[in-house]
């Protein structure tokens, strides 16, 4: 862990929530993009970034962490999810996708350190997008909202989210083209019309 880690990490122990603000944010939208390779409910995934922060906020006197930052957010991440869909029966491809989770094994550093490179991948071409574009895209995907709630909401029209979003996903097609073989992590990223 590198000495900006470890100050961050001694000011959160000792209760400055202007540091623990300063993790969160540096944090929150990637780890909830890395969470989307296990479910496709934003709402989900927000819920359990939210839990791994308040887990940490109230652990903070005694965490012990020996690797980067970075490291110990995504791993609790990816427990969390694992064991979210251990719990979840409700449906019989989310059992089957939980066997496989728990057969395969996500311990080799190398597979770990290259799912979180693309998840910052994702989130870099995310914000190289212009703003209004950008704006949009996010309203749809991580807040959820459809097309007709976002105009409202932008007070521009329908078509204009139309285009802007066809627009957003093409760039970010063409700006992840190389990881187009990892197709497993572009669920996200499906046809507009999926949202409309």
């Known amino acids: 862990m590198v ?16 540091a623990f603000e300063q993790l969160f944010n540096s944090y929150y939208q990637i780890l909830c993009v890395y969470c989307k390779h296990y479910f496709t409910d934003n709402q989900i995934c927000e819920n359990i970034v939210q839990d791994v922060f308040v887990r940490i906020w109230e652990k903070r006197t005694e965490l012990e962490i020996t690797t980067s930052l ?3 957010l995504f791993s609790a991440v990816k427990n969390r999810c694992l064991n979210q869909l251990e719990h979840q029966r409700v449906r019989q491809d989310y059992f089957e996708k939980n066997n496989k989770l728990r057969q ?6 190398s ?4 799912e979180v ?7 870099d071409a995310i914000d190289s997008l212009p703003p209004r574009r950008r704006e ?8 959820g909202l459809k ?3 976002i105009a409202e909401k932008l007070n521009i029209s329908v078509k204009t989210v139309e285009v802007q979003m066809g627009q957003a996903l093409k760039d970010l097609r063409e700006k992840l083209k190389d990881y187009n073989s990892d197709l497993h ?5 499906r046809r507009a019309s999926d949202y409309n």
Request: glycine share 2%; aromatic share 20%; charged share 35%.
């Open 70 to 72: 970075k490291v110990y």
């Open 3 to 18: 000495p900006e880690e470890k100050l961050l990490l001694k000011h959160i122990a000792d209760s400055n929530t202007k």
């Open 136 to 143: 949009i895209f996010r309203l749809n995907r991580e807040k």
């Open 185 to 189: 992590l572009f669920f996200w990223i």
């Open 104 to 109: 395969t094994d996500y311990s080799r550093s």
């Open 111 to 114: 597979d770990f350190y290259y």
């Open 147 to 149: 097309y007709k709630e």
């Open 117 to 123: 490179g693309l998840a910052e991948k994702i989130k």
